[in-house]
């Protein structure tokens, strides 16, 4: 079992910066490939961005590409989403995942999920 929290969301004008944290609770959380999804008001949850568990390997939705980063250290065992130039749009509440299966876009791939922090960007 991995427990996931995240935390660095808040309220954010628009064209402002955020950093995401998720902490783990295990140093197996190193083998686990990670995702960052979001779900917007009235909207399903999405993906946002995926790493491998070495870090070599990411991926991102195409509304983030160019302004989301994601990383992880291994030896905080902790992933971190960079956000630059946020948008109205990117308002929902930000969700961390890990999965042993290698990663992936897909909910339905990700076994441990977090409680999910909000991020509200202004107009």
């Known amino acids: 079992q991995v427990q996931l929290v995240e935390s660095g969301g808040g309220f954010v004008q628009a064209g402002g910066s955020l950093r995401l944290s998720c902490a783990a609770s295990?140093?197996?959380?190193?083998?686990?490939?990670m995702g960052w999804f979001r779900r917007a008001p009235g909207k399903e949850r999405e993906f946002v961005a995926s790493?491998?568990?070495?870090?070599?390997?990411?991926s991102y939705a195409d509304s983030v590409k160019g302004r989301f980063t994601i990383s992880r250290d291994n030896a905080k065992i902790t992933a971190y989403l960079q956000m630059n130039s946020l948008q109205p749009e990117d308002t929902a509440v930000y969700y961390c995942a890990a999965t042993a299966r290698g990663a992936t876009n897909f909910e339905r791939g990700y076994d441990y999920w977090g409680q999910g922090t909000q991020v509200t960007v202004s107009s």
């Open positions: 790493i491998s568990w070495s870090g070599t390997s990411t």
């Open positions: 295990r140093r197996t959380f190193n083998s686990y490939a």
